[in-house]
């Protein structure tokens, strides 16, 4: 059984949540952004280092190591960059965002944060981006994040896309997918509880799930950073 998380946005109040909920899986696998718009960068980042979680580079993480310009980011989400990279961000968890690999293969499943077209920055949310990211690698399954969305794709007829709901299980015995399992820190499917899934390895399959978690505990300490209020607000509503 593997996890897998995605999108932490340094929110530890569902990070913990999530893993609390993982403890039995032999493994969990994270698609980045492990921090950007919440109060918490260096305790999220510690845990994932801590447990020696495999994990690729977010394009959050991206831009708090100077590899992508706050220029691509709306207002607050640009103020909490600024904040988590000048302020925050200890060297130790410097030096460990900055050793994240834009992509991790991992039999059989290929790992990125957007899409394997570009893999720190592109959303995946339509049909003709699935069909191209499956013609650019050959992995039974593609992880990827950064909508904070859960969807699914499968190479047989790719042009839909599905989001899986909660207990939802989808086979890739004999279909490629590509699949986001949501977001841990910020969901914005209209469900504020955290989203992860679990790699049923012995069946080919993967199951979708969502955790309750101490939002308001997370709403509060975003407001109490000087964080903009809306990034905490926003958390209540899943949006």
Known sequence: MIGVISDIHSNIHAL??????????????????????????????????????????????????????????????ANAVRWTMEEELTTDSLRYLRSLPTTRRIEPFYLVHGSPREPTTEYLTD??????????????????????????????GATEGIAPSEGNRVSYEEARLIYNPGAVGQPRDGDPRAAYSIVDTSSSSILQYRVEYDVQG??????????????????????
């Open 218 to 239: 997370a709403r509060v300490d975003i407001i109490e950073a000087g964080l903009p209020r809306i990034l905490g607000d926003r958390l209540t509503l899943g949006c």
């Open 16 to 77: 913990e949540a999530v893993l609390d909920k993982l403890k039995e899986v032999d493994q969990v696998i994270c698609l980045g952004d492990l921090v950007g718009y919440g109060a918490h960068p260096n305790e999220c980042v510690e845990r994932v280092r801590g447990m020696k979680i495999p994990c690729v580079l977010g394009n959050h993480d991206a831009a708090c190591i100077g590899l992508l310009s706050l220029g691509w980011f709306n207002p607050h989400a």
């Open 127 to 156: 049909g003709s981006q699935a069909r191209a990211s499956f013609d650019i690698c050959k992995e039974q399954v593609v992880f990827v994040g950064h909508t904070h969305v859960p969807l699914v794709f499968t190479e047989l």
